[in-house]
Nanobody, 127 residues
Framework: QVQLVESGGGLVQAGGSLRLSCAAS????????MGWFRQAPGKEREFVAA????????NYADSVKGRFTISRDNAKNTVYLQMNSLKPEDTAVYYC????????????????????WGQGTQVTVSS
């Protein structure tokens, strides 16, 4: 059974940084694309970042480009989201997700592209 467990969320002041982690178990982690999404109160869940099986291939939502970095450590079965220059509008529950299939360079951007989800971790940015 596939399990994704996020950690690293918390309360931070605007301009600060956090690093989220997503530990995967139950599958060959390195074989699948991964992504991060977030959901703010009263809003729909939205795409944040994606990484392909090739860890050098990544993409980001325009709202976080230049501030967030997604990476993966296949030896540790973990994907990370480094978040810098945080803004109050980044406040949300952050979810990691994994897809069942994909080519070496495939990036998935939509919720429906992913098969497994973590439980989420809360990030709150105060002004």
């Amino acid at each position: 059974q596939v399990q994704l467990v996020e950690s690293g969320g918390g309360l931070v002041q605007a301009g600060g940084s956090l690093r989220l982690s997503c530990a995967a178990s139950g599958r060959t982690f390195s074989s699948y694309p991964m992504g991060w999404f977030r959901q703010a109160p009263g809003k729909e869940r939205e795409f944040v970042a994606a990484i392909s099986r090739n860890p050098s291939n990544t993409n980001y939502a325009d709202s976080v480009k230049g501030r967030f970095t997604i990476s993966r450590d296949n030896a540790k079965n973990t994907v990370y989201l480094q978040m810098n220059s945080l803004k109050p509008e980044d406040t949300a529950v952050y979810y990691c997700a994994s897809r069942n299939s994909g080519t070496f360079y495939y990036l998935a951007y939509n919720e429906g592209d992913y098969n497994y989800w973590g439980q989420g971790t809360q990030v709150t940015v105060s002004s």
